[in-house]
């Protein structure tokens, strides 16, 4: 009979809080299925067990930016180091993503590149949830046509996730665009995630439409928008339950948008590293019951690794004198991101989720787990873990 792995761990975070008191993790078939199992002797391990690690926003595509660039700036020029094409980029992403824990991941996807990340995607050490990229002068049709394409091929491979739509950014769409795409995916079951208030100067647009910035975003949106429905539109598009949204970034996003964030509709994605490289704010005044903490792509983030970004985090609330609970920040790149995809459709098996392969193990290599401050250990001082590698 085929033994499978099992593992004692002193406590587990199962995506809202910590079960302490030694456990039993097994897997049960090839499937990936597995129990846990309390075990009073596990509570002696120095490992932990950490729920399916989920980021809900990257470029998987990107080359890194090695410059010292920083605003803007970092987005205008293309990198110059060497001719690596999109799949090679695709594998370098997705290698540093298992390196750090990390299974599934919400990539956007340029429509021209469909069919390249289709070529290779059974292929690939992660699960991938695509988000093609909308900018004002992609056309509609193509955008649905290579959409459905991605349908096509998840249905015929029986892959349990369902593509989405992501708006570039507010200067890089006209109303009536993304009132067309809101529409259509509340139609068909799409979710659709926006880049919003990521610049000062779609803040600018919204508060005083009709000024004289020299701002080059604030003047983006001038012509894109071209009249001062930004406040009523995004109003409906938040309002909205039965629309499935992750809202991205969100640093300048005025304080009256952000109070009728609070619903199972809505995921808050924040990018606390790319913040930091783009010269935005981090910290946004809300709790964290709908908050996912991501990566974005190596343009503005030279990694992968969801831990760091929750460290990254933690200072800068400090800094700033607030105090974020670790199970909190845990949740964001846990139970929060699972929550959403979930009840979002845009996974929908969540044994694609809860998987043995998917959970991440760590010992502690240096001093001993504190029984009151896990999580808080877990995160401050990360470089006293390793991450467990359970090889069948």
Not at 135 to 146: G, S
Not at 282 to 293: E, G, R, S, T
């Amino acid at each position: 009979m085929r033994s499978y792995p099992s593992l004692p761990v002193k406590a587990f975070f199962d995506g809202f809080e910590w079960k302490s008191g030694g456990w039993l993790f097994k897997q049960v078939d090839k499937s990936g299925n597995f129990v846990i199992e309390f075990n009073k002797t596990a509570e002696k391990s120095n490992f932990l067990a950490i729920s399916s690690f989920i980021n809900t926003h990257a470029h998987i595509s990107h080359l890194p930016r090695y410059s010292n660039q920083c605003g803007s700036d970092v987005l205008e020029g293309k990198p110059n180091i060497g001719g690596v094409s999109f799949t090679d980029n695709v594998f370098n992403s997705s290698s540093d993503c298992t390196i750090n824990g990390v299974n599934i991941v919400c990539s956007s996807i340029r429509p021209e590149n469909v069919n390249d990340l289709l070529s290779i995607y059974n292929d690939l050490p992660i699960k991938v949830i695509p988000f093609i990229s909308v900018k004002h002068y992609h056309d509609k049709n193509l955008i649905i046509l290579e959409l459905n394409k991605i349908i096509k091929f998840f249905d015929s491979y029986n892959v349990p996730i369902r593509p989405a739509i992501m708006i570039h950014s507010l200067y890089n769409i006209t109303e009536d665009d993304l009132n067309f795409y809101c529409e259509y995916s509340l139609k068909n079951r799409i979710v659709i995630s926006i880049h919003l208030f990521e610049w000062e100067g779609e803040l600018l647009y919204y508060q005083k439409p009709y000024a004289d910035f020299n701002d080059n975003i604030y003047l983006r949106m001038k012509r894109n928008w071209q009249s001062i429905n930004l406040g009523n539109c995004l109003i409906k598009i938040i309002n909205n339950k039965l629309l499935m949204k992750i809202l991205v970034h969100c640093s300048y996003t005025p304080k009256e948008l952000l109070s009728i964030n609070s619903n199972n509709s809505t995921l808050i994605t924040l990018c606390p590293s790319s913040c930091i490289r783009l010269n935005n704010p981090v910290l946004l005044p809300m709790d964290f019951n709908n908050i996912a903490i991501a990566t974005d792509g190596y343009y503005t983030n030279m990694g992968y690794n969801l831990i760091n970004e929750l460290k990254v985090y933690n200072v800068t609330s400090r800094v700033r004198n607030n105090y974020y609970e670790a199970n909190s920040l845990l949740s964001s790149i846990t139970g929060n991101p699972q929550k959403f995809i979930i009840y979002s459709g845009l996974i929908t098996d969540r044994k694609l989720i809860h998987n043995f392969r998917n959970l991440n193990f760590f010992k502690k290599t240096s001093g001993y787990i504190p029984d009151d401050f896990i999580g808080s250990d877990f995160i401050n001082y990360n470089d006293s873990y390793q991450r467990f590698f359970y090889y069948e």
